[in-house]
């Protein structure tokens, strides 16, 4: 099994910033590919970004294209998600999840490519 917890979710205006954590247990962080999805009030889960075992990485680029930037540290066992210039319809709860890496630069998009997910961290952004 694999335990996800994220942090760093907050209140901020429009054009701040935040970066949110996601601290990963249960089995070895770097065989886990991982990525950050979120889900807005009334709407449907939504991939953000998501990062490969060879940190291959890849983006909502519809939504969050030039503002969001997903890293990981295998050292430390933690995705980040660093975003900027945030805006209002960023406002959602961010969810870190994670699946079996497959290969190297492989990176799912869907809600179904993940099999473990963590509790989620509220985001808001006001105008």
């Known amino acids: 099994q694999v335990q996800l917890v994220e942090s760093g979710g907050g209140s901020v205006q429009a054009g701040g910033h935040l970066r949110l954590s996601c601290a990963a247990s249960?089995?070895?962080?770097?065989?886990?590919?991982m990525a950050w999805l979120r889900q807005a009030p009334g709407e449907v889960r939504e991939f953000v970004a998501g990062?490969?075992?060879?940190?291959?990485?890849?983006f909502n680029a519809n939504s969050v294209k030039g503002r969001f930037t997903i890293s990981r540290d295998n050292a430390k066992n933690t995705l980040y998600l660093q975003m900027n210039s945030l805006k209002p319809e960023d406002t959602a709860v961010y969810y870190c999840?994670?699946?079996?890496?497959?290969?190297?630069?492989?990176?799912?998009?869907?809600?179904?490519?993940?099999?473990?997910w963590g509790q989620g961290t509220q985001v808001t952004v006001s105008s």
């Open positions: 999840a994670a699946n079996n890496g497959g290969t190297s630069a492989y990176i799912g998009r869907q809600i179904d490519d993940y099999a473990y």
């Open positions: 249960g089995r070895a962080f770097s065989r886990l590919g």
């Open positions: 990062i490969s075992l060879s940190t291959y990485s890849a």
